[in-house]
């Protein structure tokens, strides 16, 4: 027989757990939701991305110096693996030549024991041995000492190449990492800048045109047939030329570890346009502050190399009336910027 038990109705105490197990749970979705970031503002997201890219770059000028390292170490490993070649095979020829004494010995009378020695598989342990030596004629010591000199030579040589061949190890393993932190930093940025609208992006770029120009001043005299000279600034011969290659590569894109001749970062730009004017000067920035003679900010002239930051991981191009022609970054590629939106350090006029 069925059941018809009225179901028991909630005490007053159960009602109050319900009451407050609803309530916290509606707090902590309270909470939940205030927890959730705030998307950016344009300006957090400039700020943020600026500092990436100068993060990218000081890790750029790493890779470039890592870079130069890489290729330095393999010419040398190259030049020392062909001068071991031509060791051993100056040291098979002087044996050769002993063989010779011995076998001329043999014909006239058999061959010396000591020269037997010398002949064998190992004869290093009796090289050393004046008893040895003493029994030798005067041609056949001589050989013998030249052999052990080309032998001292050659293993010196090998183990300096082995020495040279793990450096380059090390160098490649840093070139990795440094163009793992370069993508990372870059990536970071990137996605920064997709979380804002194409408006937003849009008075972005309007603002850095407008921020790049502070300060600005004349660069229309810069051209095929102008006369060396904007408003009162002279040009210095082959800087100035620099300054008028590099001003043909406006608006190219800046890509981390480039040199041209359609993209660059900055002491590739700088690298460039100086070799376009006949002139050559190192790879990176921590090397170029070296390719001249430092001057301070009133001494500039036209095309001097200007250096930025603290550490010197950014350099342009001195254009004129308080501004830098330079690669500036993913955003803004190659392009006229005042010299007072980075922190100056000093120029460098390129002997």
Request: glycine share 10%; hydrophobic share 35%; aromatic share 4%.
């Amino acid at each position: 027989m069925a059941s018809h038990r009225r179901p028991k109705q909630p005490t007053r105490a159960r009602v109050t757990v319900l009451t407050a197990t609803a309530a916290a749970a509606v707090a902590l979705a309270s909470q939940s939701a205030q927890a959730a970031p705030a998307k950016p503002s344009k300006d957090e997201v400039k700020s943020q991305v600026d500092a990436l890219y100068d993060q990218a770059e000081q890790a750029t000028e790493k890779l470039n110096k890592a870079g130069e390292q890489q290729a330095k170490l393999q010419k040398e490993i190259g030049a020392i693996q062909d001068k071991v070649a031509r060791g051993q095979q100056e040291l098979n020829d002087m044996r050769d030549q002993l063989g010779s004494m011995a076998s001329a010995q043999y014909r006239s009378g058999g061959v010396d024991s000591s020269v037997q020695l010398l002949l064998s598989a190992d004869p290093d342990e009796y090289l050393d041995q004046a008893a040895v030596l003493d029994q030798l004629s005067a041609k056949q010591v001589e050989s013998v000492h030249k052999i052990q000199a080309k032998q001292r030579s050659l293993a010196q040589e090998r183990q300096e190449a082995a020495g040279k061949l793990k450096d380059l190890a090390d160098t490649r393993k840093e070139l990795a990492q440094k163009k793992a932190e370069v993508q990372g930093k870059l990536g970071e940025a990137q996605k920064l800048l997709n979380t804002l609208t194409a408006a937003e992006r849009q008075r972005l770029q309007e603002e850095d045109e407008k921020r790049a120009s502070r300060g600005g001043g004349d660069r229309g005299g810069l051209g095929g047939g102008d006369t060396g000279k904007v408003g009162n600034l002279k040009g210095s011969g082959r800087a100035y030329d620099a300054l008028v290659a590099a001003r043909t590569k406006l608006g190219s894109a800046y890509i981390p570890a480039a040199t041209g001749p359609n993209a660059f970062d900055c002491s590739g730009l700088t690298q460039w346009a100086y070799r376009q004017a006949g002139v050559g000067i190192s790879r990176t920035t921590f090397t170029q502050i070296n390719d001249g003679t430092r001057i301070g900010r009133s001494q500039l002239q036209l095309g001097d190399l200007v250096f930025f930051y603290g550490d010197l991981h950014h350099v342009g191009l001195y254009a004129g009336n308080g501004t830098v022609l330079h690669a500036s970054n993913p955003r803004g590629g190659v392009k006229y910027e005042s010299i007072d939106n980075m922190p100056f350090q000093f120029g460098v006029r390129v002997s």
